[in-house]
């Protein structure tokens, strides 16, 4: 047996050398082929082989019910809400009356600087009159979206008369003032259209920037330069501008800071780039103009010009809700495509009549407007030198805006001195203020500071008043 | 969920077809006809590009009348519909100053508060007009709390079981601006799939991952859970901070209300928050009001977030959000919506807080429990004398929203200007509130209806529904004159 395996072997091995060494056999194209050829093109072959094999990977197998299981059990999510701490239990001042230059704040009377009732129609005998006719008539709540016998007769009036006040073809109410921005902006662009909008636009605004889903681009707060360069870089950028739909969002009256945007420059720039203009007047309708018609007015551009025309209705007109105008496509496109006036219930009907009667006022009084603009050109001038605070606003803005001088560090401690100045300013002299507040929600980078609302209503010691507290209380409090 | 019938669904898509072959040929024309007047634009792009509008253009222009009927009188059990003309097709639709007297089938007044009521709007809230004024012109923070506004929210949360409450001035914005400040990126937000449109921007608003579950499936909710959970992140596998599960109390497109309990125990199970939108169930369900816990025997300490409106029940106008002490404080210095919008109107104010002492009994009379046993037994009857004539009625009992299928989109016009003409106002819902196939007339019964005004409607329904051809169940053999005996 043995004998037979060596035997076996040692020819295996005869039989190997004799390959190895065989005289050459062919000759293929000048190449003699050698035995030992043979054997390197089988090499050649087996690591062909394993080159193409896959490398090796553990299976992959999904997670039993068991390993779920566990790992539900482990999971712990954060609590809903972070924890409370003792500046968040801040309560704000409860009025015991109309929020009108006057009003009475825990039994004492106070100067009122914290509602935008500009024209001073809180507490209006014929605004009130109207209301009183329509509660009567509809009751209080209009039980319905617009589209389910929600429309009452006083909103389609309503809408005819802000159209034609305006001097545009129509315009659509909402049922609510900020609603109104953050519907109108998903309503026309889409994913895909660029926007380029303020750095300083409020969070309605920003929100409805977000829900669009279109490419954002900011420029420089109230920066023409900065928005001339925007607009070219996005033009250059842009390959197929007749395909793709481009907006400039900007606010007439900035809420946060104060300042109003140059409207012919807009216009002009947007012109040269093919760009729609979105406008945010929720300050300056009823405010800015020889006859209040807002920012068109005072800068003297035909109001065709501007595409969309938003805002409230919650300040100079003195009621709630909004309204958007523009031409008659701009309007009908909303009817079924903006999702606050969709599917929303409509504005109360006795909210609308007041806008009707606020606005009817407006026309027939036109010298309360230079009433407003003599109050804030006198708040202004003793506004100038209040110690450790500056004015940051426009001097024809109703909203007078100051900041602090130099910075304390964080944003959090600027809060804190602001808030004890207006505490203190309304315990030891009864004049309510407000301070700028930011929700964590809000991506605005600018200054906070003080904010006074200036109405035609004020008298001329209410300002003096307020301008004196706030400077003693100031020099005491920034030392 | 509703499943067509096999035929219906084909004569619906075969009359969908025909009428997109019309729209196609018609814009076809247009094209043909006025290509000089589409080319001067200037430079701008078009505000809709191509067929982004289609749908509008050529088929809801053509039934345009049904909806945005204007009314000149309050939305009660009776109103006036103010009666308009085209000369162009329906394009545009003008005003006329003649009204008709209608049976109201359409409007949210499930408690009969819409008009001018003894104890709400005369006296109460002319007073309170009178003494704060139409509006503060201010936010909630700033200047714009009065004293109505604290009474308010304290009533609410006793109303609703909570421990406190928070108030907004319009219900559409309380979503859109809550949910963002509750959750954002790294959390998760699991949606019932027929929320409504205010949910689902503010689950789009708030940054968060959005994902869907079957409508009232709780076995399927359970399975999306679980999945999420032992996955976590898409791409960067961490675990989710946080999940919050949203749900509705009464769907309005359906009727139905949500399976709460089974939801509820699924969430504790798994650690996610519940947030409840109430909209169309406060103050219209439950023994004494309290809205779809009380209804389905949920303790409200299990829900974390209850949302919901007081402009249906409660004929006002605004929103509210109900939780423990911590989240609504955590929300007054959050919340943008109570940061940054003018604060409710004090009148509107008035109106909610009086109309919830009257259904809380507090006004000293016993109006308020009247008034829920009255739509309870409102909704029940008509339910059950429709769901006998054969049509399909979808809902559950006790609900006061009843929707009738349609599904053929012609019969969408031919059941609306047909009850119109029979002095009876119906709401109809096409796409894109409902799916394309599911067309449906939609009822919202009110307290303030009597037994004769349904009597009324029902015998109206059904001539109505044997002219257009809904009737798709068979027909009982209890016929009206016999109720109405029954009745007498």
Redesign the interface.
């Known amino acids: 047996m043995a004998l037979a395996m060596v035997n076996v072997t040692a020819s295996v091995l005869d039989w190997v050398s004799s390959a190895f060494d065989a005289p050459t056999r062919a000759v293929v194209f000048g190449v003699p082929i050698d035995g030992h050829l043979v054997v390197e093109a089988l090499l050649v072959v087996v690591i062909l082989f394993q080159l193409t094999r896959k490398s090796y990977k553990p299976p992959k197998k999904p ?1 039993t019910e068991k ?2 299981d566990e ?2 059990d482990d ?10 701490t003792e500046d ?3 309560e ?9 230059p006057h ?1 009475i704040v825990n039994g004492k009377e106070v100067v ?1 600087f ?4 500009y024209l001073g129609l ?2 209006n005998e014929k ?2 009159d109207s ?2 006719g329509a ?10 979206p ?8 006083v ?2 009036d309503c809408e005819q008369k802000i159209a034609k006040f305006l001097g545009t073809p129509d315009s659509i109410l909402y ?5 109104t921005i ?1 519907s109108v902006i998903p309503a ?1 662009c889409k994913k895909g259209d660029i926007i380029v909008a303020d750095e300083g636009v ?3 605004v920003q ?1 409805g920037l ?2 669009s889903r279109s490419t954002v681009v900011y420029f420089k707060h109230n920066d023409m330069k900065s928005l001339e360069n925007k607009l070219e870089e996005v033009t250059r950028r842009s390959k197929h ?6 907006y400039i969002v900007v606010e007439a009256i900035y ?1 946060n800071s104060g300042q109003i945007a140059p409207l012919d420059e807009i216009v002009r720039l947007k012109e040269k780039y ?1 760009f ?1 203009i979105i406008l945010d007047e929720s300050h300056s309708f009823g405010v800015l103009g020889s006859s209040g018609r807002g920012l068109a007015d005072h800068c003297g551009v035909p109001v065709e010009k501007i595409d969309i025309i938003t805002a ?1 209705m ?2 100079a007109l ?3 809700g909004g309204f958007c105008t523009g031409s008659v ?2 309007v009908d ?1 909303q ?3 903006s ?2 006036y ?4 409509s ?2 009907p ?2 609308a009549s ?1 806008a009707i009667a606020a606005v009817d006022y407006l026309e027939e009084n036109p010298s309360v407007l230079s009433k407003l603009r003599t109050n804030i050109a006198t708040f202004f001038y003793e506004l100038s030198d209040v110690p450790g605070l500056v004015l940051a606003s426009h001097i024809l803005s109703p909203i007078v805006f100051l900041k602090l001088k130099k910075s304390t560090g964080t944003g959090k401690t600027d809060m804190d001195l602001l808030d004890s100045i207006a505490k203190q300013v309304l315990e030891e002299d009864s004049v ?1 203020i ?1 301070t700028t ?6 991506k605005c980078k600018l200054p906070i500071g003080l ?1 006074f ?1 200036v109405s035609a209503s004020h008298s001329e010691s209410d300002l003096l008043k307020a301008a004196a507290s706030l400077k003693r209380v100031a020099a005491l409090v920034i030392s | 969920m509703v499943r067509s019938p096999y035929f219906t669904t084909l004569t619906t898509l075969l009359s969908y077809r025909i009428l997109f072959l019309f729209g196609h040929l018609r814009d076809l024309f247009e094209k043909l006809l006025d290509w000089s007047k589409l080319n001067n634009l200037q430079g701008y792009a078009p505000i809709c590009f191509g067929y982004e509008d289609f749908y509008t253009r050529r088929l809801h222009l053509r039934i345009q009348d049904c909806f945005e009927r204007p009314i000149a009188s309050a939305p009660d059990a009776w109103f006036d519909v103010v009666e308009r003309y085209s000369n162009d097709n329906n394009k545009t639709l003008c005003r006329t100053e003649k009204t008709t007297k209608c049976l109201n089938l359409g409007s949210y007044n499930y408690l009969g508060f819409a008009a001018a009521d003894e104890y709400c709007s005369t006296p109460r809230v002319i007073r309170s007009l009178k003494q704060y004024s139409v509006s503060t012109c201010s936010a909630r923070v700033d200047g714009g709390t009065t004293k109505l506004h604290v009474e308010l929210e304290d009533l609410i949360a006793r109303f609703v079981g909570k421990p406190a409450a928070i108030l907004f001035g319009m219900g559409y914005a309380t979503n859109s601006a809550i949910i963002p400040a509750l959750i954002g990126k790294g959390g998760l937000i699991i949606s019932d799939s027929l929320n409504h449109n205010s949910i689902v921007n503010g689950a789009r608003g708030s940054g968060a991952t959005i994902r869907v579950f079957q409508h009232n499936n709780a076995s399927h909710l359970e399975e999306v859970l679980r999945e999420q959970i032992a996955y976590g992140q898409p791409h960067m596998y961490r675990p989710w901070n946080k999940i919050i599960v949203i749900i509705e109390g009464i769907y309005s497109m359906e009727g139905e209300f949500c399976k709460l309990p089974e939801i509820i125990a699924v969430c504790k199970k798994y650690k996610a928050y519940t947030y409840l939108d109430e909209a169309h169930s406060i103050g219209a369900v439950g023994r004494t009001g309290r809205g779809v816990c009380e209804q389905l025997g949920v303790d409200t300490a299990d829900v974390d977030i209850m949302m919901g409106t007081l402009t249906k029940s409660f004929g006002s106008c605004g929103g509210y959000i109900a939780a423990s002490k911590e989240i609504i404080q955590y929300l007054k210095q959050t919340c943008p919506a109570h940061l940054y919008a003018t604060s409710m109107s004090p009148p509107a104010v008035q109106q909610a807080i009086s109309s919830m002492k009257v259904i809380l009994g507090e006004d000293g009379t016993n109006r308020g429990a009247k008034k829920l046993t009255q739509i309870r037994e409102n909704s029940n009857f008509f339910r059950s004398e429709l769901q006998k004539m054969g049509f399909e009625v979808l809902g559950d009992k006790d609900s006061p929203i009843m929707p009738i299928m349609l599904y053929n989109i012609a019969k969408i016009p031919a059941f609306s200007r047909e009850c119109l003409s029979q002095n009876l106002a119906i709401v109809t819902i096409a796409f894109p509130y409902t799916p394309l196939l599911l067309a449906r007339a939609r009822i919202c019964i009110s307290a303030a209806h009597t037994r004769e005004d349904l009597i009324k409607a029902l015998e109206v329904i059904s001539k109505v529904g044997d002219l257009v051809g809904i009737k798709y169940f068979p027909v009982e053999h209890l016929t009206l004159d016999k109720v109405k005996t029954s009745t007498k």
């Open positions: 997670l390993e779920i790992l539900c999971w712990v999510p954060e609590p809903l809400t972070p924890q409370i968040m239990m801040y704000p001042p409860t009025l015991e009356s109309a929020a009108g009003a009122n914290a509602s935008a009732n809180v507490g605004i009130t209301c009183v509660l009567e008539k509809y009751g209080v709540g209009s039980c319905g617009r589209g389910f016998y929600g429309t009452i007769d909103h389609l049922s609510y003032g900020i609603s953050f026309f409020h969070w309605a929100n977000y829900l501008p007749e395909k793709v739909r481009r809420q093919r729609r409230g919650g300040n003195a009621t709630d496509r701009v496109h009817r079924l495509s999702s606050g969709v599917f929303s219930a504005l109360p006795y909210l007041a309510l407000a507040k930011r929700s964590s929600l809000d904010r609302f």
